[in-house]
């Protein structure tokens, strides 16, 4: 009893200390250089876009391969969702889902009557201790592109792809590992959000059993012949199975999303850390993130990241110390910058006619790149006389305020765990890196007076110089970045219609299903947002 307690208590205290030596956060330093870029090999962006993505469907469905995870509840009063062929309460741990779109789905789906399948609500009286593994967490292909990869992790310590769809094993197996921190599931994104649920008496009331009419039958009614089942592996039409599920998915494609799962942010373990998982870094370089995978970890990082995860479940869980909200903090970034950016690359990239066109859309940006940088704008801040046109060393001070404006004040004082550590750094890296790009434009205008030009007599071909280094300033500053805010229907749907990026195994309607399955995944490989009708045919 004494050596659990004190090996529980060390590993608490180990996750709560706040080491200055940890590879990953360095001491904040915004830097005396409006051209430094980020290091190809920095993972800020990815751990910023991580963040911001959890929870939601949207970016998962493009980002498919997880690579963070993350303890929360679920609270009471939530109901839970389960079809079944049978008339009875599971007694393993089996699959429920937060809407009912989906597990009516699944009631069809493996019903052996012919008439109806079972249709049961729970209702969580306690709340559910679950962690959370994000990407597209639930999606399983053949040799998969890695969507399971965080989850064989946890569950057999290794990555093993020709294992994707031993999915009763992997719960039973999660679940095991879960039974000493009393995690009650595991939640993954199917369509929509699902839970494992490890035991359906633990924390939860059955509300109703309903026998109801299979919505979606691989059998033919009139004479009980087998249909053919839809080949899954390689695409089918999107209204297959009716719309509902691709309806309940848009459900969580925006900001906050599924609300209903309640994350500890401060306990969040994310295979981007490079203090936990240096082995990473090697295989990534030069890869899209598209590729990024977990397959190819070390095993010290294996056993490192588990025992991260193992120390953020251990233990009571309760709300930050910090008292910080992070979502709020990372959503409030994204408010701020992604529609002036989103602008600001629009007016760049479109073509001028004229060199009065030219100077009017210069203009425009300039007075967007000044709107940004204005709590900054210091008096005492301003270009040198008869100094070089190139020199911008007298707008420092203002990207230096632009990159600290909020988080610095607080890394001081409070002591955060390793998982707000990392956060902090990623907010910071990519605050920095936002205001050293929108800064230097910003001062390039400034140096050359765009602002102050009544018309474009004064035309010159500087202008068109600056036009392209704007340009390329603002469409790295994009990629890097890589908001999923940005990836969206272009030009916008029309109201009949919604803007979709695939869930599979939908095909996108016009697509041809691919020949075989790995066909399917190089079609499924680098999807792009289409409008489709909302009604099914
Ligand atoms: C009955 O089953 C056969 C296949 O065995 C199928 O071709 C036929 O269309 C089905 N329906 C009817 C009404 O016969
Ligand atoms: C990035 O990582 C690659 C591969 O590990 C390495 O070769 C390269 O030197 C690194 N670059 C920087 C700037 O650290
Ligand atoms: C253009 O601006 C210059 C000074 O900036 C001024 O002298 C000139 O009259 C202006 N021309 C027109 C057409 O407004
Ligand atoms: C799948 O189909 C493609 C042609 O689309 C072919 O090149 C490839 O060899 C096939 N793969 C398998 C495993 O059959």
């Not at 998962?60 to 009063?77: E, F």
């Not at 008496?201 to 509300?207: F, I, K, V």
């Not at 230096?400 to 907010?427: D, G, K, V």
């Not at 890196?433 to 390039?444: F, L, P, Q, V």
Request: charged share 20%; aromatic share 10%; glycine share 6%.
């Amino acid at each position: 009893m004494f050596a659990f307690l004190s090996i529980t208590r060390l590993l608490l205290l180990n996750w709560l200390a706040t080491t200055r030596a940890s590879q990953f956060v360095s001491q904040f330093n915004v830097g005396n250089d409006l051209e430094i870029r980020p290091s190809p090999n920095d993972t800020a962006n990815l751990v910023f876009n991580t963040v911001h993505s959890l929870l939601l469907g949207w970016p998962h469905r493009r980002y498919k391969n997880g690579h963070t995870i993350v303890p929360g509840i679920i609270p009471p009063g939530t109901s839970l969702y389960h079809g079944a062929g049978i008339p009875e309460i599971p007694a393993t741990p089996e699959w429920t889902a937060l809407d009912s779109e989906l597990s009516t789905l699944y009631c069809g789906l493996f019903s052996m009557e012919r008439k109806g399948c079972w249709h049961l609500t729970l209702t969580v009286e306690r709340p559910l201790k679950v962690l959370y593994f994000d990407g597209y967490s639930s999606l399983k292909f053949l040799d998969g592109p890695g969507t399971i990869d965080s989850q064989d992790v946890i569950a057999w310590e290794k990555v093993i792809p020709g294992k994707n769809h031993a999915e009763q094993e992997r719960i039973v197996d999660l679940c095991r590992w879960g039974e000493k921190f009393k995690i009650d599931g595991f939640v993954r994104l199917h369509t929509t959000y699902e839970v494992m649920l490890c035991d359906f008496s633990a924390g939860l009331r059955l509300d109703s059993m309903h026998h109801i009419k299979i919505p979606y039958s691989p059998l033919q009614p009139e004479n009980n012949s087998l249909l053919e089942r839809p080949k899954m592996q390689i695409g089918v039409p999107l209204d297959v199975f009716g719309m509902g599920e691709i309806i309940a998915s848009r459900r969580l494609d925006e900001y906050p999303g599924e609300t209903r799962v309640q994350l500890y942010l401060h306990r969040l373990v994310s295979f981007y850390d490079l203090s936990i998982s240096p082995s990473l870094a090697e295989q990534r370089f030069g890869q899209h993130r598209l590729q990024h995978r977990i397959l190819g970890i070390s095993q010290s990082d294996i056993h490192t990241v588990k025992a991260r995860v193992e120390s953020a479940v251990d233990g009571e869980w309760s709300n930050p110390t910090s008292g910080l909200d992070w979502a709020s903090l990372f959503h409030t970034t994204v408010q701020r910058y992604a529609d002036r950016l989103e602008l600001v690359q629009l007016d760049l990239n479109t073509a001028t006619r004229s060199s009065k066109d030219l100077f009017l859309r210069m203009r425009a940006v300039f007075l967007q790149l000044r709107g940004m940088t204005q709590p900054y704008d210091f008096v005492a801040a301003h270009p040198i006389i008869d100094g070089c046109r190139g020199e911008k060393s007298w707008a420092l001070p203002v990207y230096n305020a632009c990159a600290t404006a909020y988080p610095l004040s607080l890394s001081a004082q409070i002591t955060f765990t390793p998982s707000e550590r990392l956060m902090l750094s990623a907010l910071q890296a990519t605050t920095r890196e936002i205001c050293r790009t929108i800064t230097s434009m910003w001062a390039d205008g400034v140096n050359h007076q765009i602002g102050n030009k009544q018309n474009d007599s004064e035309f010159t071909i500087t202008l068109q110089e600056i036009h392209e280094k704007w340009k390329k300033d603002i469409n790295s500053l994009i990629s890097w970045l890589d908001w999923s805010v940005w990836l969206k229907c272009k030009p916008a749907c029309s109201t009949n219609e919604m803007c979709y990026l695939p869930i599979s195994p939908y095909l996108i309607p016009g697509e041809t299903p691919a020949v075989n399955e790995s066909d399917w995944l190089t079609q499924a490989q680098d999807p792009h947002p289409t409008c489709i009708p909302r009604h099914s045919r």
